[in-house]
């Protein structure tokens, strides 16, 4: 199966509320980064165990190792979670940025050094989180 595929069904596998929002923030992503690079990680390791949830991931960026090893990895994630979604920023060497920043024009949102965790799209102010995923492209 495709990414693409993939995440079409990860997204349809949703609650219906989840995944009109899901849906949505999919579209938005894409609009926001058109013909970026897709991924699609399941959440399971090598040896087929799940170590996190599904992830959808947008555009790409190198992650460099303080061992000087580096890995290529998506730069914008989206992942549904027990309580709503989570947008993950990587990349974004300010740690502390994402959380001064937008955390308290969001709205109800959870925000870490690189997670914005929220229950429903309705719960946040759309804008700011484009706002956000914009900042972390250009970091």
């Known amino acids: 199966m495709d990414i693409e595929a993939q995440i079409e069904q990860y997204i349809a596998g949703q609650s219906v509320s989840k995944r009109i929002d899901m849906q949505a923030l999919h579209q938005i ?22 170590v996190s949830n ?23 994630g989206l992942s549904a979670n027990t309580t709503g979604m989570s ?12 959380a001064q920043t937008f955390a308290e024009k969001i709205g109800k949102a959870s925000v870490t050094g690189y997670c914005i965790k929220f229950k ?15 900042y972390g492209l250009k970091s």
């Open 29 to 50: 992503i894409l609009q926001l980064m058109p013909g970026c690079k897709l991924w699609f990680l399941d959440g399971k390791n090598s040896a087929g165990k799940t």
């Open 54 to 76: 599904p992830n959808i991931g947008y555009g790409s960026h190198t992650i460099n190792y303080a061992d000087g090893k580096t890995k290529v990895f998506y730069q914008i």
């Open 87 to 98: 947008v993950y920023i990587l990349g974004i060497k300010d740690k502390s940025y994402l």
């Open 120 to 134: 429903a799209l309705k719960d946040i102010n759309i804008d700011v989180l484009e706002e956000a995923i914009l």
